[in-house]
């Protein structure tokens, strides 16, 4: 989890499925299991983090001048991502944690933006902790009814989608109902 979460892109799905499968036989701990990947991915993006935080503006800047064209990216996108991220910070770094290949440079931002440390392990975590429980939960599953998981692999998907999207409608609501105040 931690190479995961760190540079290296690596799937979690390679170890937390056949972990969950495991564990519905028996085999493993569910609670060691989920606690250890949410670690493992703190730790790598904790890496990232601090990677992008003590790296900082001036590397970015220099970095965008010399090969931002070759990559579309300009000084104002820059400066965009960082309006951007300051405002959203915490929910796109929870969101970011459910996202293949973004879980993987979402820390990046963080880091630049210098979000506070403790925000960004929270959301990290609670991102990292409920990618780590669907995978976790699908390979429980998956160890003892692969034909209930053909079955109903859609309505898997789509609870997934809508649990994340209700995250999303109440941080927004939170976020309108704190701007009023």
Same mark, same amino acid.
């Given at each position: 989890m931690t190479i995961e979460s760190s540079f290296f892109p690596f799937p979690s799905e390679v170890i937390l499925?056949?972990?969950?499968?495991?564990?519905?036989?028996?085999?493993?701990?569910?609670? $060691?299991?989920?606690?250890?990947?949410?670690?493992? /991915? $703190?730790?790598g993006a904790?890496?990232?983090?601090a990677?992008?935080?003590?790296?900082?503006?001036?590397?970015?800047?220099? $970095?965008?001048?010399? @090969?931002? !064209?070759?990559l579309f990216i300009s000084k104002k996108s820059v400066k965009k991502s960082d309006v951007y991220f300051a405002k959203h910070g915490e929910i796109t770094?929870? %969101?970011?944690?459910?996202?293949?290949?973004?879980?993987?440079?979402? /820390?990046?931002?963080?880091?630049? /933006?210098?979000?506070?440390? /403790? !925000?960004?392990?929270i959301f990290t975590s609670m991102g990292a902790g409920l990618w780590s429980l669907i995978?976790?939960?699908?390979? @429980?599953?998956?160890?003892?009814?692969?034909?209930? %998981?053909?079955?109903?692999?859609?309505?898997?998907?789509?609870a997934i989608i809508l649990l994340s999207l209700i995250i999303v409608i109440i941080y927004i609501l939170l976020r309108k109902k704190r701007s009023i105040y």
């Open positions: 499925i056949p972990a969950g499968a495991l564990v519905a036989q028996g085999k493993m701990s569910f609670t $060691l299991v989920f606690i250890m990947a949410i670690l493992g /991915s $703190l730790i904790l890496i990232n983090f990677t992008a935080f003590f790296l900082g503006r001036k590397t970015i800047d220099a $970095l965008t001048k010399k @090969y931002g !064209k070759f770094t929870f %969101i970011g944690r459910l996202i293949p290949a973004v879980r993987q440079l979402i /820390s990046l931002p963080a880091g630049f /933006s210098r979000m506070n440390l /403790s !925000k960004f392990i995978l976790i939960c699908i390979g @429980y599953v998956a160890g003892d009814n692969i034909d209930w %998981i053909s079955f109903n692999g859609g309505y898997l998907t789509l």
